[in-house]
């Protein structure tokens, strides 16, 4: 036997479907981005410079810098460059570069550093451009430390 359904049903049916989707699937892909994001906040957060190790060491060399290598406390080897005074030394610079940059970011403000008696040096942080492991705010703290 056909079920019969009159035009009201129907229609109801229609609105409670479509209130249905209109205020459950927007909070549903709202907790869903929030959930992408957490999950992948150390790849979002920390964004390494794409820089062959190769080129690193060229440009090192070629601007008097000395490469410098740095074990962290749990055992991840770092890559530094010193680069020395030009005069007399008031003390040592120690610079870190920002997210995406490299060890010769500033090279401007190094070099006027240098002219006026400081020797900086340059520390890449883990997943950087001539360092090993991955960038995560644990590896940057241990690293700065």
């Known amino acids: 036997?056909?079920?019969?359904?009159?035009?009201?049903?129907?229609?109801?049916?229609?609105?409670?479907?479509?209130?249905?989707?209109?205020?459950?699937?927007?909070?549903?892909?709202?907790?869903?981005l929030?959930?992408?994001?957490?999950?992948?906040q150390g790849s979002l957060l920390f964004l390494p410079a794409r820089i062959a190790d190769e080129e690193v060491q060229s440009y090192?060399?070629?601007?008097?810098?000395?490469?410098?290598?740095?074990?962290?406390?749990?055992?991840?080897?770092?890559k530094a460059w010193h680069l020395p005074?030009?005069?007399?030394?008031?003390?040592?610079v120690i610079y870190a570069h920002g997210n995406a940059g490299t060890v010769f970011d500033a090279m401007e403000w190094k070099t006027v550093l240098?002219?006026?008696g400081w020797h900086v040096l340059s520390v890449g942080y883990r997943?950087?451009?001539?360092?090993?492991?991955?960038?995560?705010?644990w590896g940057l703290k241990q690293d700065i430390s």
């Not at 090192?60 to 770092?78: F, N």
């Not at 005074?85 to 040592?92: E, L, N």
Request: net charge positive; proline share 6%; charged share 20%.
């Open 114 to 116: 240098q002219k006026r």
């Open 34 to 40: 929030l959930l992408a994001l957490y999950l992948f």
């Open 1 to 32: 036997m056909a079920r019969v359904t009159c035009s009201h049903e129907t229609a109801t049916y229609r609105v409670v479907r479509t209130y249905f989707w209109l205020l459950c699937l927007p909070p549903a892909g709202y907790l869903l």
């Open 127 to 137: 997943g950087s451009p001539g360092s090993d492991g991955r960038p995560s705010e």
């Open 60 to 78: 090192g060399t070629s601007k008097q810098w000395r490469s410098v290598p740095l074990i962290a406390e749990d055992g991840t080897r770092l």
């Open 85 to 92: 005074a030009k005069q007399d030394a008031h003390g040592v």
